[in-house]
Nanobody, 121 residues
Framework: QVQLVESGGGLVQAGGSLRLACAASGGTFSSAAMGWFRQAPGKEREFVAAVKWSNGFITYAHSVKGRFTISRDYGKNTVYLQMNSLKPEDTAVYYC??????????????WGQGTQVTVSS
């Protein structure tokens, strides 16, 4: 059973940076990719970024491209999301997920508990 544990959320002013981490354990190699999603109050969960374990292929949502960077540490089974130039509209609960290399939440089988990111204006 894959377990995902996120860390690194918090409160930051607009224009600031945060780095999220997601540590995976238990059966990681059966998952092709790791992704980050976010969900703001009253909104649907939306894709942020994904990275493929085997070759490092990366994809981003248009809204974060150029500001966020996803990376993986294969040896530590950990995925990071470096978030720069944060905006108030980035405020959400951020979730990491393991599954297929996709931007669709339904393609991911395992989810972390989520970490709150709040960006003040």
């Amino acid at each position: 059973q894959v377990q995902l544990v996120e860390s690194g959320g918090g409160l930051v002013q607009a224009g600031g940076s945060l780095r999220l981490a997601c540590a995976a354990s238990g059966g990681t190699f059966s998952s092709a990719a790791m992704g980050w999603f976010r969900q703001a109050p009253g909104k649907e969960r939306e894709f942020v970024a994904a990275v493929k374990w085997s070759n490092g292929f990366i994809t981003y949502a248009h809204s974060v491209k150029g500001r966020f960077t996803i990376s993986r540490d294969y040896g530590k089974n950990t995925v990071y999301l470096q978030m720069n130039s944060l905006k108030p509209e980035d405020t959400a609960v951020y979730y990491c997920a393991a599954g297929m290399y996709s931007s669709t939440p339904d393609d991911y089988d395992y989810w972390g508990q989520g970490t709150q990111v709040t960006v003040s204006s």
